[in-house]
């Protein structure tokens, strides 16, 4: 066999593989994902537009909607805060148990919400830890608005600093120490240097961060107390309507959580567009 025809059927080969793995990808996605995206949409439109929308207007529904957007409004700028001054430390600085804060900053990754929401009753509920001590002042954390924050907090802490340590890690100090042999002091150079060297990735942490903190479900479920109306979150009040054999209604509400995810991943998809134009522009 020539080496011309060895060449054509490798290629060929290749070729069949190619289009093989393409369509096994697209198969499996369209399954597990497209497929169950597709059916939130089709339940919540099944007894009409007029229906779903009634059930978003109903009392309990929106309450749920106000707890996910309340928690959101204090957890996101929280982790934002924290997540900065993590990758900041870990990234521009050489300290003992440097790689120790950075194992503690990755562990929400590796730990259940579940063990975070049990966790948490085991310190600040009324037979935890602290227990006696928040009862004697009358101080309710567990099973009001406080747990919830605290546990999402807790789950959602990563995501924002995850984005940056590796980004200003990349970027190094060279930009700051030349700011500081200007005679920038440290708030100048953050804001002024690497604040908008970082703005993108930070954008992007806090678009992930937001998107998990209302569609947090583990350790609010343990920490809430699901109370219809007053501790239940958009997550878990998709559970309650489940549960009382209100699918439509389940699924219209799971419908926002889903419109949610969608809208992250177009803002994640710009802002990744963007952030590369903006590093082209400065390459050249």
């Given at each position: 066999?020539?080496?011309?025809?060895?060449v054509?059927?490798?290629?060929?080969?290749?070729?069949?593989?190619?289009?093989l793995?393409?369509?096994t990808?697209?198969?499996?996605?369209?399954l597990?994902?497209?497929?169950?995206v597709?059916?939130?949409?089709?339940?919540?439109?099944?007894?009409?537009?007029?229906?779903?929308?009634?059930?978003?207007?109903?009392?309990?529904?929106?309450a749920?909607?106000?707890?996910?957007?309340?928690?959101?409004?204090?957890?996101?700028?929280i982790?934002?805060?924290?997540?900065?001054?993590?990758a900041w430390s870990?990234?521009?600085?050489?300290?003992?148990?440097?790689?120790?804060?950075?194992?503690?900053?990755?562990?929400?990754?590796?730990?259940?919400?579940?063990?975070?929401?049990?966790?948490?009753l085991?310190?600040?509920g009324?037979?935890?830890?602290?227990?006696?001590?928040?009862?004697?002042?009358?101080?309710?954390?567990?099973f009001?608005?406080?747990?919830?924050?605290?546990a999402?907090?807790?789950?959602?802490?990563?995501?924002?600093a995850r984005e940056?340590i590796?980004?200003?890690q990349?970027?190094?100090?060279?930009?700051?120490?030349?700011?500081?042999?200007?005679?920038?002091?440290?708030?100048?150079?953050?804001?002024?240097?690497?604040?908008?060297?970082?703005?993108?990735?930070?954008?992007?942490?806090?678009?992930l961060?937001?998107?998990?903190?209302?569609?947090?479900?583990?350790a609010v479920?343990?920490?809430?107390?699901n109370?219809?109306?007053?501790?239940?979150?958009?997550?878990?009040?998709?559970?309650?309507?489940?549960?009382?054999?209100?699918?439509?209604?389940?699924?219209?509400?799971?419908a926002?959580?889903t419109l949610?995810?969608?809208?992250?991943?177009?803002?994640?998809t710009?802002?990744?567009?963007?952030?590369g134009?903006?590093?082209?522009?400065?390459?050249?």
């Open positions: 066999m020539s080496a011309s025809s060895r054509s059927r490798a290629g060929a080969q290749q070729g069949w593989s190619h289009y793995l393409i369509g990808v697209l198969l499996v996605t369209a597990v994902i497209g497929a169950p597709l059916a939130v949409f089709v339940q919540a439109l099944s007894l009409g537009v007029g229906y779903a929308l009634r059930s978003l207007a109903e009392p309990d529904t929106r749920a909607i106000l707890l996910s957007v309340t928690v959101a409004i204090v957890v996101v700028p982790n934002t805060l924290f997540g900065i001054a993590a870990i990234a521009k600085f050489r300290f003992p148990g440097r790689k120790l804060l950075l194992a503690i900053v990755e562990l929400p990754f590796s730990v259940s919400p579940i063990v975070a929401g049990i966790s948490y085991f310190v600040y009324a037979q935890g830890l602290l227990g006696p001590f928040l009862e004697a002042h009358d101080l309710k954390i567990m009001a608005l406080p747990g919830i924050i605290l999402t907090t807790f789950v959602t802490a990563p995501f924002v940056l590796p980004l200003m990349l970027q190094g100090n060279g930009d700051e120490e030349v700011a500081a042999t200007l005679g920038a002091r440290g708030w100048q150079t953050f804001f002024r240097v690497t604040l908008p060297n970082i703005r993108w990735g930070l954008l992007y942490g806090v678009v961060c937001n998107a998990r903190v209302l569609g947090e479900f583990g479920s343990i920490v809430s107390g109370i219809r109306g007053e501790t239940n979150t958009l997550p878990l009040h998709v559970e309650l309507l489940y549960h009382d054999y209100n699918a439509a209604g389940a699924f219209a509400a799971a926002v959580l949610v995810a969608l809208v992250t991943l177009l803002v994640k710009l802002l990744e567009r963007v952030s134009q903006a590093g082209a522009r400065r390459g050249h």
